[in-house]
């Protein structure tokens, strides 16, 4: 069980043509949960913390969604492996931080559990598009196999127990992956966010907290877990990220009708650049990508070739770069790889047109 | 030199400043780099957990039975030590939880195989109100049927 399996595996984020929408990358759901009995890990005896993740283990890999599942012990995996996995959003910066952590990943890659992170399971389903009612199935069915085989914490009055405050109750976080380009581009992007802030939404950049917005990508998601239903959770994060796509396509007709040659001329100067270039940082790649995006999006390029562009983002990466080419790489080695890749990947693209959208 | 801040979380050396107005009402809050990554410096939520946390440890010094988690140890660290730690700390949690998540009873699902009692006793609460509503409308047919409802939840939590 390797991580370049993981890289090699085609999965719907990545490859599968069609799953792949506009403005809305990704649909994420987590919920928190806790074995009754146990320390939280972060108080827990190294004993007791090898203890939970042999149950916990255990328990995932009976499930038939986990069936052929990839298993990563943190402590076994070289600084590399984990850090692609922190790419993949597939475990968190904390669980690979820390040695006693582990993960259970589905085949597909749409469900991972991280074991022995701030609580001893964190649930994880994630699908391309925008597709929350399905990703909340498939969430709520995992939880319910899983708590049938092991004790979860549990008060009738505050709910899932967990180890931090801010998840106790529902233990739900449920996110949209969005990408922003027209909002951004429009100016408008600080006023949206403080916005969602003020409804108890938080915003944050591509790979979570602290992180910066690259490539125009944003993830919105709830802030208050107690108190308030599943349903009323997402319904809440629903209605945002509805208005946010229609305010965001508002952005862009009005930018691209505004700005006209202008406009296209920006799309098609990223693609004359991404193809020509020999050295490419992340952040550049991530930003040209986003215009290509955006391209694909309103009919200026075909809407197939959308995947390619998603697939760049998440392979230009710095762990990704170097887990390909089989080697750790300086700043310079790591750009030239990049813009390898993406030359490559874009070499039969076709020219960018007018908007149609 | 002045002592340098410490962490309002753990109290080591501070690095990360943060200053929040809103409304003309200034708060400052100061974090360790550790701290500040976990927490996610820049975030509104941070400023009232490390406000509540502070709050927290007031009164005596607690320890829980179960696993020798105390609130000082609370203080450090803004997370508990076991999941029996929320009865034992249960009082001085509820400011915090009022604080950070506006709420303090749960409403949703319950582990497989358990009775949701949470999601009932709030399905009882809205449905209560929808009988009076109905009643004030005169919609009795609708009426007869809240009052069912009212009373088949209410059996089912009793005989809990």
Redesign the interface.
């Known amino acids: 069980m390797s991580v370049q399996e993981i890289l090699a595996d085609e999965n719907e984020l990545t490859h599968l043509l069609g799953a792949q929408q506009s403005v809305v990358l990704s649909t994420r759901v987590r919920l928190a949960r ?1 074995l ?5 890990p ?2 827990a005896k190294p004993a007791h913390r090898k203890e939970i993740a042999e149950r916990c283990i255990e328990a995932l890999t009976q499930l038939p969604r986990f069936r052929k599942s990839h298993v990563f012990k943190m402590g076994d995996l070289p600084d590399l492996d984990r850090a692609v996995l922190v790419e993949r959003h597939l475990v968190s ?2 669980l690979a931080s820390g040695k006693s952590g582990a993960a259970v990943i589905s085949r597909d890659q749409t469900c991972s559990v991280m074991v022995n992170e ?1 609580d001893h399971l964190r649930i994880q389903v994630v699908k391309a598009g925008w597709h929350l009612r399905g990703t909340w199935n498939i969430a ?1 069915q995992l ?3 899983i ?2 085989s092991l004790g ?10 967990t ?4 998840n ?3 233990g ?1 976080r449920a996110s949209a992956m969005v990408h922003l380009p027209g909002l951004c581009l429009a100016g408008h992007i600080e006023k949206v966010t403080r916005a969602l ?1 003020q409804d108890g939404l ?1 915003v ?1 950049g591509w790979l979570g ?2 992180t910066e917005a690259a490539g125009n990508i944003f993830q919105i998601s709830n ?8 349903d009323a959770i997402l319904r809440h994060l629903g209605g945002w990220v509805k208005t946010l796509v229609d305010q965001e396509w508002n952005a862009r007709r009005k930018v691209a009708q505004e700005e006209g040659e202008r406009f296209v001329d920006r799309l098609a100067r990223s693609l004359g650049l991404l193809r020509h270039a020999r050295l490419l940082t992340s952040a550049e790649s991530m930003n040209m990508l986003s215009h290509l995006r955006l391209a694909c999006d309103m009919g200026c390029l075909p809407e197939e070739r959308r995947h390619v562009v998603d697939r760049l983002m998440i392979e230009g990466q710095p762990a990704h770069v170097q887990a390909r080419q089989g080697a750790e790489l300086d700043s310079d080695g790591r750009d030239s790889r990049r813009a390898t890749a993406v030359r490559e990947a874009l070499r039969d693209f076709p020219e960018v047109g007018s908007p149609t959208a | 030199m002045s002592n340098p801040l410490k962490c309002s979380v753990c109290d080591a050396v501070a690095t990360v400043h943060l200053t929040q107005i809103v409304q003309g009402k200034v708060t400052k809050v100061d974090f360790c780099e550790a701290c500040a990554a976990k927490g996610g410096a820049g975030d509104a939520a941070v400023f009232k957990l490390a406000d509540a946390v502070n709050k927290v440890t007031a009164g005596p010094a607690i320890t829980c039975p179960q696993c020798g988690f105390t609130d000082v140890e609370f203080r450090r660290r803004g997370r508990l030590g076991c999941p029996s730690c929320w009865q034992v700390f249960g009082v001085a949690l509820g400011g915090l939880l009022t604080k950070v998540q506006h709420e303090i009873q749960h409403v949703g699902r319950a582990p497989a195989g358990t009775i949701p009692v949470g999601q009932l006793r709030h399905r009882l609460l809205a449905a209560q109100q929808e009988l009076t509503a109905a009643i004030a409308a005169e919609d009795y047919e609708t009426a007869a049927k809240l009052r069912d409802e009212v009373a088949r939840i209410a059996t089912q939590l009793d005989t809990l």
Request: with cysteine; net charge negative; charged share 25%.
């Open positions: 806790n009754e009995g146990f320390p939280f972060g108080w910066k904390e701030e709520e939880d319910d196999a708590g049938a979860i914490a549990f008060s009738d009055e505050l709910g899932f127990l180890a931090c405050p801010t106790v109750g529902t739900l802030s938080a944050r907290e602290g802030q208050q877990t107690l108190g308030l239903s599943e």
